[in-house]
């Protein structure tokens, strides 16, 4: 089973409309990690933001913003009035274990492709 | 300059070719990673070493082999190469003891196998 799982695909709006991509994460961890990356169509993979597991505030940067529940074990990230340069691939990710263990792997989603139609 | 350098950046080769992905970081992290990207496949892991001794197989290892040649360098090989190891590659490092834990990755390599 897939620890990361990104539900959509594909992801198409019109500039200025808000879009929310999902992201719901499996582990029986109790410390544990949250990423978001970023991928434009140049390729480069870019961080965006990073949750633990024992900080559920939600957390706003810009027109960025994203709501951690661990009830329902999501991590969703939130783009407001969407802009074309958002157009990108975006990941989720997971990182399992406490701070020094060995396990360190990241494991990613499959992606969510967004486009922004001008 | 680019704290993780992958070369070569984009590669055609054939079928049963020998293909070596390097890559090098200036960021004086332990750990480094090879990840391999597919479209609708997200990105998964080949290989990671958490020090120049330790080298562990990840999701998709099978057809590929790396070496940890320093604490800087983590080339990945691809022995005979075939025409599904066509992908995008991405190393990545991280300082896993550090405050933030998230991978630093290279800009990728394109490989396209004939």
């Known amino acids: 089973a897939q620890k990361v799982t990104q539900a959509q695909t594909e992801i198409s709006v019109v500039e200025k409309e808000d879009v929310t991509l999902d992201c719901v994460y499996e582990?029986?961890?109790?410390?544990?990690?949250l990423f978001w990356y970023k991928q434009p169509p140049s390729g480069e993979l870019v961080f965006l933001i990073r949750?633990?597991?024992?900080?559920?505030q939600n957390e706003i940067s810009g027109r960025y913003s994203w709501n951690f529940q661990k009830s329902t074990s999501s991590f969703n990230f939130t783009i407001t009035a969407s802009q074309v340069v958002d157009s990108a691939v975006y990941f989720c990710?997971?990182?399992?274990?406490?701070?020094?263990?060995?396990?360190?792997?990241?494991?990613f989603g499959r992606g969510t492709q967004l486009t922004v139609w001008p | 300059d680019a704290d993780v350098t992958q070369t070569p950046r984009n590669r055609i080769t054939k079928t049963g070719k020998r293909i070596m992905l390097e890559c090098s970081q200036t960021?004086?992290?332990?750990?480094m990673y090879w990840y391999r990207q597919d479209p609708g496949l997200g990105l998964r892991l080949i290989y990671y070493?958490?020090?120049?001794?330790?080298?562990n197989k990840g999701e998709i290892s099978d057809g590929y082999s790396v070496s940890r040649q320093a604490q800087a360098k983590f080339s990945l090989s691809l022995e005979s190469a075939i025409p599904n190891q066509t992908a995008l590659y991405f190393c990545?490092?991280?300082?896993?003891?550090?405050?933030?834990?998230?991978?630093?990755f290279g800009e990728g390599s394109r490989l396209t196998v004939l």
């Open positions: 949750r633990n597991s024992f900080d559920e």
């Open positions: 582990t029986r961890d109790t410390t544990y990690y």
């Open positions: 960021k004086g992290h332990d750990r």
């Open positions: 990545a490092t991280s300082d896993f003891s550090g405050p933030t834990g998230e991978l630093f």
């Open positions: 990710a997971l990182r399992e274990g406490a701070r020094g263990s060995t396990l360190g792997r990241l494991y």
């Open positions: 070493s958490f020090d120049v001794k330790d080298i």
